[in-house]
């Protein structure tokens, strides 16, 4: 898959991902992360998440009408067409949602593909919840080249349970065998000991990325930043493992200087590398 690169400029990057209101994930995280790894950011929104303070700061989740997804994608491609070749899918929210999405990507060649697979979101009903993940496997993993799962979305695309290393390593595998892309996939906080611990997989190398743990609470935007940070850097031209390496000490970085609210979770600084 190939495109024409932007040589007048910087690198491109595409996020097609929900808005988060405190700032802390989806969108505004993918955008702050382009900007801090020098790409050019753009993003179309799929959906609108607002936290509720009144609900234990559940999720409240309100989806952009599939006309205005088409618009944004019609616009954001034909401005930029020969030169658009990065995209990151985060949130879809919805099974029409995916299609709409998948229709627009398969309108011209990529270079990156880069699928973070949110797979439920707390403010869906369970049965389109279901239903939106379904289509998110059979329609948009066939199209990444490059994805990266949490340990949930691990656990579900591998149809493994991940307790310790070993498994974790075996489903990246496993993902990568279903799917053809490269894999880092994210263990995080969730295993167990001293460092948080992701794997790189493609399929010929493999690669245990480690940091040691900053705290033992999963801080939110680190799955957001990290997808966005390896995005940023295939946009650039660094191959996959490089770019996993790099979103790894990114992200680790962005948690050691973390952003406190009102929230029972802190929000990770795109900015902590400074």
């Known amino acids: 898959m190939t495109t024409s690169s932007n040589t007048s400029g910087p690198a491109l990057t595409l996020t097609i991902a929900g808005s988060e209101a405190t700032g802390g994930a989806g969108a505004q995280a993918d955008l702050k992360t382009f900007q801090e ?21 559940n999720h409240r989740f309100v989806p952009v009408d599939q006309q205005v997804i088409a618009d944004q994608l019609e616009a954001i491609q034909t401005c930029y067409e020969g030169q658009l070749g990065t995209v990151k899918l985060g949130m879809m929210g919805s099974p029409a949602t995916i299609n709409t999405v998948a229709t627009a990507l398969q309108s011209q060649k990529w270079n990156n593909v880069l699928l973070d697979p ?9 049965g389109h919840a279901l239903d939106t993940d379904q289509a998110l496997k ?4 066939p ?5 990266t799962p949490n340990h949930f979305e691990a656990e579900q ?3 493994l349970s991940i307790d310790n290393e070993e498994d974790l390593i075996a489903a990246a595998k496993k993902i990568h065998e279903i799917s053809g892309a490269a894999v880092l996939a994210k263990g995080g906080v969730r295993i167990a000991g001293e460092d948080a ?12 990325l480690r940091e040691k743990k900053i705290g033992e609470v999963a801080v939110s935007g680190a799955g957001c930043s990290l997808a966005a940070a390896v995005t940023a850097e295939l946009a650039k031209g660094a191959t996959p493992l490089e770019a996993a390496r790099t979103a790894k000490a990114f992200v680790t970085e962005g948690i050691r200087n973390r952003v406190s609210g009102n929230t029972p979770f802190d929000a990770l600084w795109q900015g902590g590398r400074r």
């Open 118 to 126: 949110v797979l439920i979101c707390k403010g869906q009903e369970p």
């Open 138 to 141: 059979s329609t948009l993993l």
């Open 197 to 208: 611990i992701d794997v790189f997989y493609d399929g010929t190398t493999l690669e245990v």
């Open 143 to 147: 199209l990444a080249s490059f994805v």
């Open 37 to 57: 790894l020098g790409t050019y950011g753009i993003v179309a929104l799929t959906c609108i998440v607002s936290f509720d303070p009144k609900d234990s700061w």
């Open 157 to 159: 695309l591998s149809g």
